[in-house]
RNA sequence: CGGGGCGUGGCGCAGUUGGUAGCGCGCUGCGUUUGGGACGCAGAGGUCGCCGGUUCGAGUCCGGCCGCCCCGACCA
């Protein structure tokens, strides 16, 4: 693409409030705006960016005769597999689309109201054959992202799902990491070793005046117990203003957090909130700030975390204001519709699986994978009907466009990884003379009738300007023809991750790049 | 949901005690420039987020609304 007929410009500044330095760069380059936040635009070079990732995605999947499909919803998927998939002949088959999807909540790095996602299916029989084929699109998405540049882990989320995280300091979602067995969690689902305490015969309950003592912090420092000798409740709300509308009490160890996630895939909820008083009032029979099971409605909602086993004699709420219970034990004192895990994994807390210790890290999740049985089936080689398994991969393109410019970059601009570079060479033909405009054009027009995509700055601007704008848009190689480079013995090569420029000789120019560019050579 | 900040040409910003809006960049034209965002001269471009109020007069003061940014927040 010659740059004086490229829809686009640069910006020597980027727009104010920018929360990522990565989609800020991608405006200054050029490559995308944003009229509202949350909504992007793409121009010409961001596409061009997007769109190699695309391919690169879709060449992947080349190993599992993958074809590409247009689904224009979610729920048509089980439709349209029970009618085009009858017998075991017809799987395992996998498909790819990418999609717009409308987004509401951030995960990513970037707040978008609509992102475009790279979409893999795998049809499969049974669930072992779906694992496989799914741990495959793991390897294969993994090589993807190390194109990328990008180092993405595979989490574990909730049940059959994992997400494709990326470690950053600006990241909306927390992974919890053993370094002894590697195990990788979503921390919001993350399994943890709740350190029981000892276990001692139980004592008789009693009440005990505890004025003003609403939290747990209050409680420990009154009556001089730790955190752990308590038995904490929440009340949360299911699903407001649904038909399953319901409120919930939960327990669990004073020091313990509740996990969202772990509630809402244990009752089956959508949403989950906070309770009001008068829910917990009118629900539950609770009063809040001495809350406990003992005491309250026989109908509530009452689910324990798992950490109640190792407890005997603790703290809880009598239900009346100003007073708790001591010796509290469980199950003499109160029944649990539940006794589960739904406890929140905290830095620190002990691995289930060793004897490691979690550690927590901001990430921002950029695809995730999923396992579902469909209600569509089709005959095994028995004749016995069997459900389709299918395991599904979504990247987030957009996401990844911008965790590539946020880590790719320098003071001067983006520095794409050479493999997902929009395009791979960037002649700029400076301080025009005759001779230099048409060595410029002659290789331009050999590259590109080579098959590369070459962008070409032939605008009549300062060299300033036109480095400026290399730098910024950020190109793997470039090329600068110019009356000095050629007085020197031919054009200057510059790879933009490195400062050192070299000569290529006039004639050996165009099979040496050839070269480079088919092979994606590194610099050097 | 609470607290704080912001909203002024395309972008970044200034605007004092209320007096009819300015700077840098970018843009247009002409000329000079041509290896790291060049220089000169001459220009274009704004219902100051929206609505209402106070006032002779509001970007500025008051009230309401909208939008955005940052921080905080339910754990009894």
Known sequence: MRLSQHFGRTLREAPADVPIAGAAWLMRAGMIRASTPGVWSYLPLGEMAINRLETLLSEELESFAAEEVDLHEEASLDGLVDREVESYKDLPRTLFQTRREGISDNNGLIALREQRVHQSLSLQMGNDHCRDAVQQLHHLHLAFFAQCGLPVL???????ATTFALPHPQGHEQIAHC???????????????RGQPASEPARPLEKVATPDCKTIAD???????????????????????????????VMLRGDLDVSDEKVKAITGAGTMQPATEAEIRERIGATPGYASPIGIREDALVIVDESIHGMANFVTGANEADVHYRNANYPRDFAAGMVVDIALAYPGAGCLRCDGVLMVEPAAILGRTTMKTLKATYLDASGTE?????????????????????????EHGIVWPEPVAPYPVHIVCIAKSNEAVRAADGLYEELRGAGFLVLYDDRNLSPGVMFADADLIGIPLRITISPRSLENGGYEIKWRQQDERTILPVADAFSVIGVWLARGLPPG
């Open 386 to 410: 069997q459900p389709v398994i299918v395991g599904s991969t979504q990247i987030a393109l957009d996401q990844v466009v911008c965790a590539i410019a946020d880590l790719h970059h320098d």
């Open 154 to 160: 595979i989490v574990n989320a909730e049940t059959g």
């Open 179 to 193: 370094p002894e067995c590697g195990i990788l969690s979503m921390l919001n689902t993350a399994a943890f070793d």
């Open 219 to 249: 409680l420990c420092a009154f009556l001089g117990v730790e955190a752990q000798q308590t038995l904490k409740a929440v009340f949360v709300t299911l699903d407001a203003g649904e038909a399953t509308e319901q409120t919930a009490l």
